[in-house]
């Protein structure tokens, strides 16, 4: 018996090591797979969702960004900056998850937004706060619109974009040689995209250890085609990332005035219009010598559709003093 046990133990070892040997192949197969190509890499890290899961992610931060983007019609020069719009985006997120979001253009118009707790208070540029209760997605949709700005700019000009990576996470941005196809099928509003021609094109990308942005800035010039009329257009963006926020607090703000139901004041006053006319009620005999009015609109109009006029009090006479 001991015989058989010392033989079978060696075959045993065997056989252990040859499907070892078997699933070392698919193993670091699956391991090429989940590396991603430096392209499809910054795709995922500048897109909204994921830039605002990673300031989440950093306990507390400051997203700073200015955005230039300028569109006109092919060969028009651009008339004193209208065609031209640039933006300032400053949005810090503490701990806790609360943020405010403080944002302006250089067409005199901004907006800011402060989310604390189950609150929140928003108002345009030179306007007040007005404070109510936040409601999902709502507070989402603020955040991302707050970190758009490397993902519009990236978005435009992908399929010309070459990445070189030039260190420990970090790339260089330029133009490629060649094309790359449409990643997917677009939709209405940004088939346009499709016509895009970039003629020049230089940035750079830095992120941290988890994949989250660090730093982005893009510079580029492109032609492109809309509604059948030839447009060239610019982009310049440059946004950071900093570590750490203070905590965020709710500033002054006016609450929301809950807003009356006017909906029985307004079928008294409209009464019969909009082609609804309700039944008039049976008129008097006296001085309508026994005829019925059949001409007239709703309450408050006489028998020829004028507005009716309000009857005379009848006051009691005055008292006379007889005469001796």
């Not at 070892?13 to 910054?42: G, H």
């Not at 983007?69 to 020069?77: D, E, I, K, L």
């Not at 345009?124 to 507070?139: N, T, V």
Request: aromatic letters at 4%.
């Amino acid at each position: 018996m001991r015989s058989l046990v010392r033989r079978s133990f060696p075959r045993k070892r065997m056989i252990s090591t040859l499907l070892i040997a078997a699933a070392w192949p698919s193993c670091s197969r699956s391991k090429r797979d989940e590396v991603q190509a430096p392209d499809q890499e910054l795709n995922a890290a500048v897109q909204p969702a994921a830039i605002v899961s990673g300031l989440r992610r950093l306990s507390g931060a400051h997203f700073h960004a200015t955005a230039t983007f300028r569109v006109s019609a092919a060969g028009v020069p651009d008339a004193g900056g209208r065609d031209a719009i640039t933006t300032t985006t400053d949005l810090w997120i503490d701990k806790q998850g609360n943020f405010r979001l403080a944002e302006s253009n250089d067409q005199d118009s901004g907006r800011e937004v402060v989310r604390v707790g189950s609150e929140l208070a928003v108002a345009l540029r030179y306007g007040k706060l007005i404070r109510r209760p936040a409601q999902d997605p709502e507070p989402q949709r603020f955040l991302e619109e707050a970190v758009g700005a490397p993902s519009a700019g990236w978005d435009t000009v992908r399929r010309y974009v070459e990445v070189v990576p030039t260190g420990s996470r970090a790339f260089r941005l330029s133009k490629a040689a060649e094309m790359h196809p449409a990643p997917a099928a677009a939709t209405a509003l940004r088939k346009w995209r499709e016509t895009v021609e970039v003629q020049t094109l230089a940035g750079e990308v830095r992120l941290d250890a988890s994949g989250g942005l660090q730093a982005f800035s893009l510079n580029s010039r492109f032609r492109a085609t809309r509604d059948g009329t030839p447009i060239e257009g610019e982009i310049a963006v440059a946004a950071r990332v900093e570590q750490g926020a203070d905590p965020v607090t709710m500033p002054a703000a006016e609450t929301l005035q809950a807003r009356q139901r006017t909906i029985l004041e307004e079928r008294v006053l409209l009464g019969g219009l909009g082609g609804r006319t309700p039944a008039l009620p049976p008129p008097s005999k006296k001085g309508t010598g026994g005829r019925r009015s059949v001409e007239g609109g709703g309450p408050g109009q006489d028998s020829s559709g004028q507005p009716r006029r309000p009857s005379a009090v009848k006051l009691p006479a005055a008292s006379r003093k007889e005469t001796p």
